[in-house]
């Protein structure tokens, strides 16, 4: 079992991504995602800077790949994308499928990102017949669900042709919208955000008139309310899943890779707090179920 | 243009068609759809009837087959496209790379229109749909402005259709799991958002409150009007501060930009509503065939009757309406 480090999916200062980014060299990662996925105007870095951080993180020797957005609109935006896809030596997490048609179109090797709606063999099938090698599951979905699909390729003869990956640790992307929700909550619109994602390195958390935590708010996309943690799901995903992604939070998400490798078996399972793993059991996203 | 209307039943197929609508929109009685709610929807023998009805008054019948099959369920998918195809349906609107490619290859002579499911947002992804299965038509989210909308038609020659009346789904469609992670069903996997079993009401001293599984969604007084307990209309607290986090109850109602649309090309306005009842669509149906025709007859001198206006507020949720994305502000 491989761990990955997902695209980090808030607005953070150069200085901090680069320094995550460095430390993230050193991690246990194997495979380390990046690039800029919610929103446009996100600019710290700049499509080049994201190119040249992922080359160097290849040189260090981790398995690196550009991630794309998620929600694409405006005409400016498919360009900045067809400039990810049209680099050579990078591999392409393509988020939505105008990514899967530009790869395609250029016979380059993609991973098909969870945003993009794949819920049964068939479709994966065409994804691997246009170039996918690498499948990760929609946020949404069950180790249940995951075994049909997987029983479904073994039918089409394809299960081998292609590394499963599963989100494993962070606040789940749970839906995306025109709309910039943090710049709402600042009474603020979208078209004069000034940029306030900056002032919440995970999001704004959102809760009930009762103080639950119910999502988190971050631009157009809103997450869920409780981080998901299926550190202590691991043994049940042997066999199944080839790749375990944590989503970065902060420095401290690195030693949480760290805590997941030494747990692959079982073997030193962690306390849970407010965490929630209900998807992976076939329930209710913001479950907890107890080991 | 087209005015393509809702229907849950054969009485709203037949409001509709009465009522000006050059096409109806149905689904199966089963979570091949997206508005997979209890006493809506068609088994095959109304698909048929209905499919006669609409014929007969020289009319289409579009049939959605839009939530996502199960890995494990393949075959009601399957048999859902099959019964379309077999009971007259003109279109089939698909979200489902699976279906698409079972529709393309079974039924090549059937129209395929990609659902506002499939989330296709961009001329890059239109371009897969079109390139990959042949569609004929794309519904756009919620999500796009006109401008970008204007920007598609042109960068496209696939058909745009759009949503121009009825309940505001704010994020792009497809790919919202806030109903999934409070209740475990989303409308991609069991064709439904909020699901009803999971909803409570319960008249407390702070208020009449909505709870989607035990979750607090919104707390109203007395003088408020209640709204259906879907988790992005809820009211919650961000930093102590408590409003509609996403968004108020409201409607969406392009009738102020419907000349834009039209001279953008778009050709088809679709009217959102399959679960309301027979009296809703009838008034729709009205409204807009009225709005469409004086539209077309002279885009530049389109104005908003007030009685229509009057007739469609009435019908909103909260009672009121937006333009939604379609406006910049709005965003």
Not at chain 2, 27 to 49: C, E, I, P, V, W
Not at chain 2, 137 to 164: G, N, Y
Request: charged share 20%; aromatic share 10%; with cysteine.
């Amino acid at each position: 079992m491989q761990f990955s480090l997902g695209p980090i999916l808030y607005y953070w200062p150069k200085a901090e991504v680069e320094a995550f980014y460095q430390a993230a060299a050193d991690s246990q990662a194997d495979v380390i995602y990046l690039g800029e996925t919610v929103c446009a105007k996100r600019r710290e870095l700049k499509t080049k800077d994201w190119i040249g951080l992922a080359r160097e993180l290849a040189e260090s020797g981790k398995q690196v790949v550009l991630s794309t957005m998620a929600l694409i609109e405006a005409p400016s935006e498919l360009t900045m994308l067809k400039r990810y896809c049209d680099n050579d030596d990078i591999r392409i997490e393509a988020n939505d499928v105008s990514a899967v048609q530009f790869l395609s179109e250029r016979r380059q090797p993609f991973v098909v990102g969870a945003a993009i709606n794949c819920y049964n063999p068939q479709t994966l099938k065409q994804f691997v017949d246009l170039g996918m090698t690498r499948w990760v599951m929609p946020v949404e979905l069950s180790r249940d669900w995951l075994v049909n699909m997987l029983n479904g390729c073994d039918a089409l003869g394809i299960r081998d042709q292609f590394e499963v990956e599963v989100t494993g640790y962070g606040y789940l992307p749970l839906a995306y919208s025109a709309r910039c929700f943090t710049a709402r909550s600042e009474n603020r619109a979208k078209d004069d955000c000034e940029l306030c994602c900056l002032n919440y390195p995970n999001g704004r958390l959102t809760e009930s008139q009762e103080g639950q935590a119910v999502f988190v708010l971050n631009g157009i996309q809103t997450q869920s309310g409780q981080c998901t943690n299926l550190i202590n799901d691991l043994p049940s995903m042997q066999g199944l899943v080839d790749v375990v992604r944590l989503s970065p939070l902060s420095l401290d998400t690195l030693h949480w890779v760290d805590k997941f490798r030494v747990n692959q078996a079982g073997n030193n399972p962690q306390p849970l707090n407010h965490d929630c793993n209900g998807y992976w059991h076939h329930l209710a996203g913001m479950t907890q179920v107890l080991g | 243009m087209e005015l393509l209307c809702p229907a849950g039943n054969i009485p709203a197929v037949k409001k509709a068609i009465e009522h000006g609508a050059d096409a109806v929109y149905v689904g199966l009685k089963d979570d091949t759809n997206a508005r997979h709610f209890a006493g809506l929807n068609f088994t095959d023998s109304k698909l048929q009837r209905a499919s006669q009805y609409v014929h007969d008054h020289g009319k289409d019948l579009h049939v959605a087959i839009n939530t996502f099959a199960h890995p494990d369920g393949w075959r009601r998918w399957q048999y859902a496209i099959d019964s379309a195809a077999g009971n007259g349906a003109d279109a089939l609107i698909l979200a489902d790379m699976a279906c698409l490619d079972y529709a393309a290859s079974t039924y090549p002579d059937l129209d395929i229109h990609l659902s506002v499911q499939a989330s296709a947002t961009n001329a890059g992804a239109i371009r897969f749909y079109q390139q990959q299965y042949g569609v004929k038509r794309v519904v756009l989210p919620r999500v796009l402005s006109i401008h970008q909308v204007k920007q598609l038609a042109r960068d496209t020659d696939v058909d745009l259709e759009v949503f121009a009346f009825g309940s505001l789904c704010i994020m792009a469609e497809g790919r919202c799991y806030l109903s999934s992670y409070l209740t475990g069903q989303s409308p991609n996997t069991v064709g439904a958002c909020s699901p009803a079993a999971f909803v409570r009401w319960q008249d407390t001293e702070q208020g009449l409150e909505s709870r989607l599984n035990g979750v607090l969604i919104d707390r109203y007084q007395a003088d408020e009007k209640a709204g259906y307990p879907t988790l992005c209309k809820g009211r919650f607290c961000v930093d102590g501060n408590r409003y509609h986090a996403l968004e108020e109850p409201t409607s969406l109602n392009t009738l102020s930009v419907l000349p834009e649309l039209y001279r953008a090309g778009v050709k088809s306005v679709k009217i959102e509503g399959r679960q309301r009842s027979p009296a809703y669509v009838e008034q729709v149906a009205r409204v807009w065939r009225q709005a469409i025709d004086r539209c077309v007859a002279n885009p530049e001198a389109f104005d908003i009757a007030p009685d229509w206006a009057h007739s469609l507020d009435s019908l909103s949720e909260g009672v009121q309406t937006s333009l939604g994305a379609y406006h910049r502000k709005w965003q």
